[in-house]
């Protein structure tokens, strides 16, 4: 038998099957399918075998289309036991959509898919996820680059958190759009964390459809552990932001951030090297909390061509920091120059609000600015298009 190296794990959490065959291969097998004995069992930095078995070597390569290095990498945490086995799953996933670089993926990340049940274990889940209204194209680029999502248990962990996804007021759609971005309440489960951070959102006085928010669009949040959410919610409160509002949730994901306190600082540094002052800053903050972890090259080259090539005051922009969540080249510099262009004409007051020449849809900011304009100024389209400087309309 070939000898293991020491994991560091339980004894009972694996079972070890000695494979009695010509190549005497040794497999290791999880007891169950829950979350957390594939996440150990995925990641074993323990080699299993001194060498990796060339079987299982040959059959990554040449059927699931791994590269020498990848194939001789999982090797070593994974050996293949049947190859009729892996055959039928990887058949049943092309099946189902998947591409031969989808299954690639699979493999390389989850390379115990190779050894279950096509019917039994794979197809459940996969008409679980296509019920929720999952396409047949979405559902394999998600398992694809979350594919520990097939080790999941779906009468524990899978339907369980879509219900309670649905108890919290989110729509299908909304459940639908977690999964696909592969979210960690599929993986990790919601009782750990998100039930006792949404207890205490309650206990703060935020609403259900503010908590609904949060578990839509900054999950990452509400996965925390409880004591550093009650740390970060307590922050937020302190520095002013009404619970109930949208600015309380972008605070809690900006202050909730990795490095958060020395990107924020380092972001009014640079802020006021541009003019702003303290007022200027704070001010800012509590209107758009994500301004503070915008990169210093953006608010460079933001405040470089809104101060220096538009001419505009710093102190100006300071008072509408949703710029800074707007691309510079595909909306700030196409805009602001039919504006100034605009202005430079006279056809437009002075006293315009910089946010509403940014928010709006295209289609309806071509027809206010542009459109409307095309025949006292016929190069207005070029200018929006970048084809003709704003001196030169």
Known sequence: MIPLKTLGLRCSI?????????????????????????LLYRHITSTISAKPHKSTVNYLINSCGLSPEGAIIVSKRFQLLTQKRADSVLGFLRNHGFSQTQNSKVVRSFPQVLAMDPQKTLLPKLEYFSSLGVSREDLAKTVASNPVLLGLSLEKRLIPTCNFLRSCLLSEKNVVSLFKRGSRVFMEGHSKNVVPNIATLRESGASQS????????????MMLKNEKFVLVVCEAKKMGFKVDTTAFICA???????????IMNRSRQVYMRWGWSEDDVSSAFMKMPPCMIVSEKKIMQVMDFLVNKMGWSSHMIAKHPVIWSYSLEKRIIPRFSVVKVLLLKGLINENFNLSTVLAP??????EKFVTKYLKQIPQLSSVYQGNVDVQDA
């Open 14 to 38: 694996f079972s070890l099957t000695a494979f009695a065959s010509e190549t005497n291969l040794l497999v290791l097998r999880p007891l169950h399918s829950s979350l957390q004995t594939h």
């Open 210 to 221: 503010r908590i609904s928010t949060l578990l839509t669009y900054f999950t990452r949040v």
């Open 252 to 262: 809690l994901s900006v202050l909730s951030g990795k490095n958060s306190k020395s």
């Open 361 to 366: 849809a295209e289609e309806w900011f071509l």
